[in-house]
C-alpha cells in the first residue's frame, strides 16, 4: 500500500496535503484539502423561496430551501405579519440568488455574509428573510444529522417547555374567570391584560374624534385610567386568585417611561414575575432609573432588530428576561448567541411567541429553550385545527408545557397546496393607532 494511502486511510488528510507539498505533487495538495475537509457528503442549495399563507388569518411567511439531494429541504419561519410581502421579495429576489449553489452545511458562514450582502442591515424586513434562510438551514442540518435541533444545540436542559397563555376581559370577572379556566387548564403563569392593550375601554372620552380629527376607528387610551384599571385588576386577581398563581403584565409601552416606573413600582405587592415592555425602544435609556426604583423583575425586546438595543440591557443587568422575536433578530443563529450572553449575566429567555411566529417559527423557539440552561418562560400559543392541516408536527401544548415532535430538524412540515389555499389577507394588517384624548399618537 502507498504511503499516501495508509494517511488517507488514517483519515489524516491534511497529512496527505503536506506530503503532497513536500513532493511537489499538485494533485495530492488538492486531494489533501479535501480529505481534511472530508464528512457529510457536500450538498448545494438549489432553490429559497417564501411560501405566503394565513390558515389563522395572521399573515404568516415561510421560507423553503431545496438541496442538491432530491427530497432533502428546510423551512424557516420569516413572518412580519404587518409587512410580509417585502420579506417575500428580499427572500426570493435576493437572498435566492446569493444562496444558491452555495453549501448547506456552513450555516454561521452562510449567515455572516448574507447579513452584510445588502449592507445596509439590521431592519426588520431583511432580519426576518435572513431568519427564513438560517432557521431553514439549521431544519436541513437536524435532517441530515438525523436528529431533532435541541441535540444539534446540547441536548436538553429539561423534559418541556414551561409556558405562559394571556387571559383577559373587558371587566374584572371576566379576567378572573379566564384566569381560573388557564389555572384548570394547568397553567402556571400567566399573562393578564385589562381589555386590550392600555385598556383604551376605560377611556371613553375622544374628544380628537368630537372635533373630527383623525379615523374614526382609531383606539383612544390615557395613563390615568390605565393605571388605575391595571392595579385594581391585579388586586383582584390575586385576592380571588391566590398567590401560586404567577401573573405577566405587558405594558407595551403605552405610557410616558416615569408613569411605567411609578406603576410597575405600585405592583410590588402583587409580586408579579414579570412586567413587560415598560418602555419603548426608543426609551432604553430609562431602564437605568427603573432599576434604581424597583426590583419587580422586567421583560423586554420584543420590537428590537439591532444589537446595540439588547446588548447593554444585558450586559449591565438592567432587565431580567429578553423577549426578542427570534425571527426579527435574524434566526436560531443569533438567537442562540443572545442566550449565550444571558446566561453570564443571569438574564433569562422569554422569546416572544404569539400568533405572528409560524409553527416553525414556534418549533424554533422551543427547540432553543429546550437546550439553553438561562430559559425563563416561553409565551404559547393555541394553533387552529387548520393551521395543523396546514403545518403537520406542530409543538403541542399539555398542562402549559409545550413539547416539540422528535423528527429530525424542527420537525414541522408544510402542505404547500393546502397553505395557497389560506391566501393573506386583502387588509394590508397595520397596526391599529391608538391615541391620547386629544389625538396624540401613543407608541405601541
Ligand atoms: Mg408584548
Known amino acids: 500500500m502507498d504511503r499516501r494511502d495508509i494517511l488517507k486511510g488514517l483519515g489524516l488528510g491534511a497529512a496527505v496535503g503536506a506530503w503532497g507539498i513536500a513532493r511537489g505533487a499538485d494533485d495530492a495538495v488538492a486531494s489533501g484539502y479535501a480529505q481534511a475537509t472530508k464528512g457529510l457528503p457536500s450538498l448545494k442549495i438549489t432553490d429559497v423561496k417564501a411560501i405566503l399563507t394565513a390558515p389563522q388569518g395572521i399573515r ?35 437572498l435566492k440568488p446569493f444562496a444558491v449553489g452555495r453549501d448547506v452545511d456552513n450555516i454561521e458562514d452562510m449567515w455572516q455574509n448574507a447579513y452584510t450582502s445588502s449592507y445596509w442591515r439590521n431592519g426588520p424586513v431583511l432580519n426576518n428573510a ?17 436528529m431533532p435541533v435541541y441535540q444539534l444545540l446540547g441536548g436538553k436542559c429539561r423534559f418541556a417547555v414551561d409556558c405562559y397563555t394571556h387571559c383577559s376581559g373587558r371587566d374584572l370577572k371576566q379576567i378572573e374567570q379566564s384566569v381560573r379556566r388557564a389555572m384548570e387548564r394547568g397553567y402556571r403563569h400567566i ?31 390615557e395613563t390615568g385610567p390605565y393605571v388605575r384599571g391595571t392595579l385594581e385588576m391585579f388586586e383582584h386577581i390575586r385576592s380571588t386568585c391566590g398567590d401560586a398563581v404567577e401573573l405577566l403584565h405587558d405594558i407595551h409601552e403605552r405610557i410616558p417611561p416615569i408613569e411605567a ?40 425586546g420584543e420590537l428590537y432588530n439591532n444589537p446595540h438595543e439588547w446588548v447593554g440591557l444585558m450586559s449591565e443587568r438592567l432587565i431580567d428576561f429578553i423577549r426578542v422575536h427570534i425571527s426579527q433578530i435574524g434566526g436560531l443563529s443569533v438567537a442562540r448567541k443572545i442566550a449565550a450572553l444571558g446566561e453570564w449575566f443571569n438574564v433569562r429567555s422569554a422569546w416572544h411567541g404569539p400568533g405572528d411566529v409560524s409553527p416553525v417559527g414556534h418549533a424554533a423557539n422551543a427547540h432553543l429553550d429546550l ?14 385545527d387548520k393551521t395543523q392541516e396546514v403545518f403537520s408536527g406542530c409543538p403541542t401544548v399539555k398542562e402549559g408545557y409545550m413539547y416539540v415532535n422528535e423528527a429530525p430538524g424542527f420537525g414541522v412540515d408544510i402542505d404547500e397546496k393546502l397553505a395557497a389555499k389560506f ?11 391608538v391615541r391620547r384624548p386629544d389625538g396624540t399618537a401613543v407608541r405601541p
Open 423 to 433: 391566501p393573506l389577507p386583502d387588509h394590508p394588517g397595520y397596526w391599529s393607532p
Open 191 to 221: 399573562r393578564i391584560q385589562r381589555g386590550g392593550y392600555g385598556s383604551p375601554h376605560l377611556t371613553k372620552q375622544a374628544h380628537y374624534k368630537e372635533a373630527g380629527f383623525a379615523s374614526a376607528s382609531d383606539s383612544t387610551m
Open 371 to 384: 437546550a439553553i440552561w438561562n430559559f425563563g418562560i416561553q409565551e404559547s400559543v393555541h394553533f387552529s
Open 130 to 146: 435572513l431568519s427564513g434562510l438560517d432557521q431553514a438551514l439549521w431544519d436541513i442540518k437536524g435532517k441530515r444529522a438525523n
Open 60 to 94: 404568516l411567511c415561510v421560507v423553503k430551501v431545496q438541496t442538491s439531494e432530491p427530497g432533502l429541504y428546510g423551512l424557516g419561519c420569516a413572518t412580519f405579519n404587518q409587512r410580509p410581502l417585502p420579506v417575500a421579495v428580499a427572500v426570493d429576489e435576493y
Open 261 to 300: 416606573i411609578n406603576l410597575i413600582k405600585r405592583l410590588e405587592p402583587y409580586h408579579p414575575f414579570f412586567i413587560e415592555d415598560p418602555f419603548s425602544p426608543e426609551d432604553n435609556g430609562y431602564f437605568r432609573l427603573l432599576r434604581q426604583q424597583t426590583s419587580v423583575p422586567i421583560a423586554m
